[in-house]
T-cell receptor
């Protein structure tokens, strides 16, 4: 079956770095997405990886290892506004997104 | 670019009435649109996938006669919740993508409260 695993909740300190891991199992693979969702709002697109390696975009970076079925989202210089849920989603061979349940990130001062 | 709008953002209705939610891609042609539902503190649940000009594909457990989806143009899809009941109260979110673009862009969502 198809499955996405990510931690339910993480806590980090303002100004610090946090890494949110995601493992996936899909029928075929056409890329890995990360979305940010603030409470009460719709998800917003953060990153897309289809090749192995690290993609850096400002304070956020996303890494993919296709052979390990593994990705992580790295958030640096954490700000209070980064408190949100982070959704990992893998695209299968039919170009359908398989969603993880999301990781709720709590930032403390 | 890649802006998706939804209307209305909030709906409160009486049980038994029908509610229509619109999803528009503002600056690109959406060959595929997706409708999701999200209950409080739960993950996104895909309800259906619609391709422009063809019938929507519904996920298992989603009643197609209750949740009517129309994707008549490349910029507009509608979801109609027919004979809404309190258990249909939820956050309904659409997303859209165009051919050759893997990323789905989400609308801001519609909160439905059925009394």
């Amino acid at each position: 079956g198809q499955n996405i695993d990510q931690p339910t909740e993480m806590t980090a300190t303002e100004g610090a770095i946090v890494q949110i891991n995601c493992t996936y199992q899909t029928s075929g693979f056409n890329g890995l997405f990360w979305y940010q969702q603030h409470a009460g709002e719709a998800p917003t697109f953060l990153s897309y990886n289809v090749l192995d390696g690290l993609e850096e975009k400002g304070r956020f970076s996303s890494f993919l290892s296709r052979s390990k079925g593994y990705s992580y989202l790295l958030l640096k210089e954490l700000q209070m506004k980064d408190s949100a849920s982070y959704l990992c989603a893998a695209m299968d061979s039919n170009y359908q997104l398989i969603w993880g349940a999301g990781t709720k990130l709590i930032i403390k001062p | 670019g890649a802006v998706v709008s939804q209307h209305p953002s909030w709906v409160i209705c009486k049980s038994g009435t029908s509610v229509k939610i619109e999803c528009r891609s503002l600056d690109f042609q959406a060959t595929t649109m997706f409708w999701y539902r999200q209950f409080p503190k739960q993950s996104l649940m895909l309800m259906a996938t619609s391709n422009e000009g063809s019938k929507a594909t519904y996920e298992q457990g989603v009643e197609k006669d209750k949740f009517l989806i129309n994707h008549a143009s490349l910029t507009l899809s509608t979801l109609t919740v027919t004979s809404a009941h309190p258990e249909d109260s939820s956050f309904y979110i659409c997303s859209a993508r165009t051919g050759g673009m893997e990323t789905q862009y989400f609308g801001p969502g519609t909160r439905l409260l059925v009394l």
